[in-house]
């Protein structure tokens, strides 16, 4: 399973972005797929996931509210809408694969490359 990262930037508080996890064909469809991301000197938190069978949905406190997480299964992408962005926001986001539970997504497999979000005050 390839997944690749994209569309941070740099944005001012209150700002908005959008991050894209491009995958390899198929994936979508027999895996759940969540977004995590990693202060420096820090480990990986759970951000948001999506579950592969009917779209379900669960996201940190932390960012309920402002971001979204979707799917198009047609672009093999998933996607992470983050709005009202704040300088707490700033790290390196990661997609990975996940086992969606009641309450929380649990990565497995390899992470890949990150992008990094820097949201100014």
């Known amino acids: 399973v390839q997944l690749q990262a994209s569309g941070g930037g740099l944005v001012q508080a209150g700002g908005s972005l959008r991050l894209s996890c491009a995958a390899s064909?198929?994936?979508?469809?027999?895996?759940?797929i969540g977004w995590f991301r990693r202060y420096p000197g820090k480990g990986r938190e759970e951000v948001a996931c999506?579950?592969?069978?009917?779209?379900?949905?669960l996201y940190a406190d932390a960012v309920k509210g402002r971001f979204t997480i979707s799917r198009d299964k047609t672009q093999n992408t998933i996607y992470l809408q983050m709005n009202n962005l704040k300088p707490d926001d700033t790290a390196v986001y990661y997609c990975s694969t996940v086992h969606y539970k009641t309450s929380r997504c649990t990565p497995f497999g390899s992470w890949g490359q990150g992008t990094l979000v820097t949201v100014s005050s």
């Open positions: 064909r198929s994936v979508l469809d027999v895996h759940s």
């Open positions: 999506i579950k592969d069978r009917d779209g379900s949905t």
